[in-house]
């Protein structure tokens, strides 16, 4: 199970003819400024196009591009989130998305596209212009109805394909790009079907009603299942020309693209047509059975629910993909609206989104009851898949406070989902407006109060964490709710774990483990004991912190759990490095990295290679520490953290560099960081795991891994300056001379000056020789 990150472009970019000379020029555009905005009407293709140049410069980025469909997107305040995610970020710390964005792109080359932006088109346009004025390397390809109205944009208005005029032979359709897709849809209804001199005036009829728009051409090609390319251009020309009657002007691409779509409509039989509206409440994509429960009643038979998706795929209403072995649906933005209209022309729209909200509520308290056990990455890989849809469900709860309460249950169950897939901003955010509007005493009010702590905790927001607990607690106390009361114990013991206080933390987490076994809930009681196993090695009973995170680990084991099976793992791990034997260290880490080919916990992965490269500096292997230690530093990046915010790891992590620095020397130290920097999470697990082909990896040419102006700052500080004297020196900011240096520290994996100085005499000494 793999989270989305910079990975494949979406499925448009293998069912696309055409646009050659319009790729050309937006290629080459992508060249000469950092802002190209595709505009046009719905239906034109803009997407495709966006992806059909993302596709072909890739080399120019060096593999380096992403795409981010906004279009299944409502909150605006959630769009830098969203892209942190298909980024694949991390969200370890409170700064805020954006930032965390521009430290890992400033310097480096990205084409980042930005699909369906005209819904929030002003946030698109805040968004865009703070990242371009930080990141010179960027590039931004947006897709818009309209454009963003940022300085240095280059607009390019997407036309329709081209269409041949009256009269041209058959022979010289095919090189129309119109035609090209008209066929290829087409063939794919009726294989038979070709363009010859009986039919090339009925095909040029048709592109031309359809006025070269690639949505209308597949949407009226469907139809050649049961009429002639004659009868279909005879009733578009009616239709059409009906449309526009009394105008003197073709009609316009809206109306076309409009009038398609009610001729669709139209054509669909009640029942159908039913399905669509209803359907257009998903955002995302669809399995069969959140159709078959939110769409079915009042009309629509459950079981006749599959039969009419059938039909839709024909009409090409839906689209159909796959995950994970499953069948899902979707709709294209425009096909949705056009559902949505008719949805709420009906007056239904509020009752089907309840409905909606209803399937989501329910499948959320099943993942909490089943997930714990063989099935859980299988239910972390459905609401990954669903997470539009999640966003949906929580939304339609914020309306009143009676829906609040319902949407805090949804929050608490999702515990697990938030924690892996990494929202935990955009999870904050929900329980906040929740927490606003709920009653005060909304049933799940103090677990989401716990769990919104939690999450501040690991965020390193310790004002919200102290101010959630506290009243989470008092609620608690005076509803007697005992489950709340031992959760809330737990994460105090958490914050006492990761703030090196061992002691209150193995007192906290051995109470809470005792409540949790007496409620029966056997998630929380294993989640506080391998805690506890943790903190009682920490303060010197190792043989006994052994004992108790082997029996979580081999309970875990059997229940099938994966998830927090992974930290146990990491909790024998680092309990080993901390104060025991590293070779026992080293195996529980590699288990971890195991399983996360299947969970794919990037956190629990930073801190593995973290403690591994601890491991590696002990077994007398400082390359691979040093290579280990700059994967680890590319996975905090983009998780917004560091290992330093956690106490205990802060000085035995500075004296591994040391003795890294000591026994190898600074500069190839360096070198071999910014190797480890450079591997894939996939190539970083294979290195680790022993899994290259090569016995050492060979790192990338960069004998100097500083800017010339981070270079210039290094020297600085070799000279004994603070940074407020270096930004007084250099006429900049003090936050700006703080980040520079920051950059060098993590650039070269030191945690002080002295490090850096040190690095900056060696650096001199191999040039004068």
Known sequence: MRRSGAGPLPAEATTYVGRRQEIAEVKRLLGAGPLITLTGPGGVGKTRLAVRVADSARASFGERVVFVGLADLREERLLASTVAERLGMGDRSTKAPLDRIVDQFRDQRLLLVLDNCEHIVEACAVFVDALLAECPHLVVLATSRQSLGVAAERVVPVSPLAVPEPGENAAALASYDAVQLFTERATAVVPSFEIDEDNARDVIRLCKALDGL???????AVRLRSLS??????????RFTLLTRGSRGAPSRHETL???????YELCDEQERLLWARAAVFTGSFDLDAAEHVCSGGGLDRGAVLDLLDALLDKSILLREEHDGVARYRMLETVRQYGEDRLRASGHLTRQRLRHRDWY????????????????????GLFIAEHANLRAALDCCTTDPDEAAIGLRIFVDLREYWLLSGHNTEARLWASALLDMAAADAPARAHALVFYGFLALIQGDRPAYESALDDAAKLADVRGDESAQAYALHIRAYAALMGDESELAAEQFAQAADRFRVLGDEAGELWATFNYGLAIGRIGDLARGREVLDDAIVRYTDRGEVFWRSWALWSRSAAEYLHGDMEVARQAGLDVLRLQRTVDDRVVMAFTFTVLAGCATHQREPVRAARLLGAASTLWQALGASPANYVAFVE??????????????PQAAAEEFIAGTALSIDDALAYALGESTEEEPEPEPMPNPLTAREMQIAELVAQGLTNREIATQLVIAPR???????????KLG????TQIAAWVAETRRAKAG
């Not at 690639?214 to 009226?220: F, G, R, S, Y």
């Open 214 to 220: 690639p949505l209308a051409i597949e949407l009226a």
């Open 229 to 238: 390319v004659r009868q279909l251009a005879d009733r578009l020309d009616k």
């Open 258 to 264: 409009r009038a398609l779509i009610d001729w669709s």
């Open 361 to 380: 509520r329910r499948l959320t308290a099943r993942f909490a009851e089943e997930s714990f056990g063989h099935d859980q990455t299988a239910w972390l």
């Open 652 to 665: 035995p992590m500075q004296r591994d560099i040391g003795v890294v620095t000591g026994e190898i020397g």
């Open 736 to 746: 700006t001379a703080d980040t520079h240096v920051e950059h060098i520290r993590s």
């Open 750 to 753: 030191f945690s002080n000056r």
